[in-house]
């Protein structure tokens, strides 16, 4: 576990204990009740960021500053568009020990986003969150995932100084996310943190692939409702296939498929092609650097690059909705 972190997971009934204080009297704070479930959720990603510690997503948790490396790694390293989050009162800080520049006021209260400029010079800029809207742009929405990231290890952090313990309820819909925490538990428990970060690794990928997928279709529904010219596949256009060969989409058309992403297929959902619209929303994941196997019976039949370790074993048939 990160060293700024030391808790215990209780799970129970549609909920878990994020134990902070094993004082009788400790205070416990409530997440996920009156319709919000999904802040539950949410929280999941927060503790599932302080248990890879094979593949740490933030190398650097400290109050009020999330890195992705340490600053000297990220001076030393190539330009990042993103290298992290400070709120308010670290930012002022960094600009006093010259690690960062801003161009303006700090704001209080509000978080920063830390990258390099076109000078490859450090700098930090304000971080706008949106509500969502249908149609949104893919970084409006990767900000608000990170802005909740980060707004939860926070809160988690404070109440593990003030004793504060913090129970998560879910609802039936989201308990299989639950029980994949429990399963993420249960691994570091063991010391399984290769596993563990692999685990995670696919779940992140599979989320993605479903919402590239699902958006994807969705935004082409929208393009004929509104009367506007649909989506066509390009020409000479070819997918990626598993094994390193390139095919044409249209050799896909009526055929069921899974994704991987490097060595390791996700074999969690099997995607049914049956429409050029189909072909596009999969054009719109390799883009994004997955690539694609086709299956028989719900299993994968390309495998010539052998996968060093494969996704967990149960199927679903999607029809390209997401997770």
């Given at each position: 576990m990160n060293a700024n972190f030391n808790f215990d997971l209780v799970f129970g009934n549609k909920n878990v204990l994020i134990r902070f204080s094993e004082d009788a009297d400790a205070r416990t704070e409530t997440i996920g009740l009156h319709g919000r479930v999904f802040e539950a959720v949410s929280f999941c990603n927060a503790i599932g960021a302080i248990l890879n510690v094979a593949r740490p997503y933030y190398k650097v948790m400290e109050a009020g500053l999330y890195l992705h490396n340490d600053f000297e790694t990220i001076r030393d390293g190539f330009a990042d568009n993103n290298c992290g989050y400070a709120y308010s009162n670290r930012v002022e800080?960094?600009?006093?020990?010259?690690?960062?520049?801003?161009?303006?006021?700090?704001?209080?209260?509000?978080l920063y986003r830390i990258r390099f400029d076109g000078a490859l010079a450090l700098f930090v800029s304000k971080m706008t969150i949106y509500e969502y809207t249908e149609g949104e742009a893919s970084w409006v929405s990767h900000d608000r995932k990170a802005y909740n990231l980060v707004k939860n290890?926070?809160?988690?952090?404070?109440?593990?100084?003030?004793?504060?313990?913090?129970?998560?309820?879910?609802g039936e819909k989201e308990e299989p996310r639950m029980n994949l925490l429990a399963e993420h538990w249960q691994l570091y428990q063991d010391g399984k943190y290769e596993e563990l970060a692999e685990s995670i690794s696919l779940h992140i990928n599979q989320k993605i692939v479903n919402n590239t997928l699902y958006f994807s279709t969705k935004n082409q529904d929208k393009l004929i409702e509104e009367g506007k010219e649909p989506r066509q596949l390009k020409e000479n256009a070819t997918v990626r296939m598993f094994d390193g060969s390139m095919v044409e989409p249209k050799e896909l058309l009526n055929k069921s498929v899974m994704f991987a992403r490097g060595k390791v297929i996700m074999t969690g959902a099997v995607y049914a092609l049956s429409t050029d619209k189909d072909l596009i929303a999969v054009m719109d994941a390799v883009k994004r650097g997955f690539t694609v196997l086709?299956?028989?019976?719900?299993?994968?039949?390309?495998?010539?690059?052998?996968?060093e370790r494969k996704a967990r074993k149960s199927t679903k048939r999607n029809e390209l909705l997401p997770a």
């Open positions: 800080e960094l600009i006093e020990k010259g690690h960062v520049s801003y161009r303006g006021e700090v704001v209080p209260n509000s290890l926070e809160m988690m952090r404070k109440a593990q100084a003030k004793g504060v313990n913090i129970r998560l309820f879910f086709l299956t028989v019976n719900d299993q994968p039949v390309q495998q010539d690059a052998k996968p």
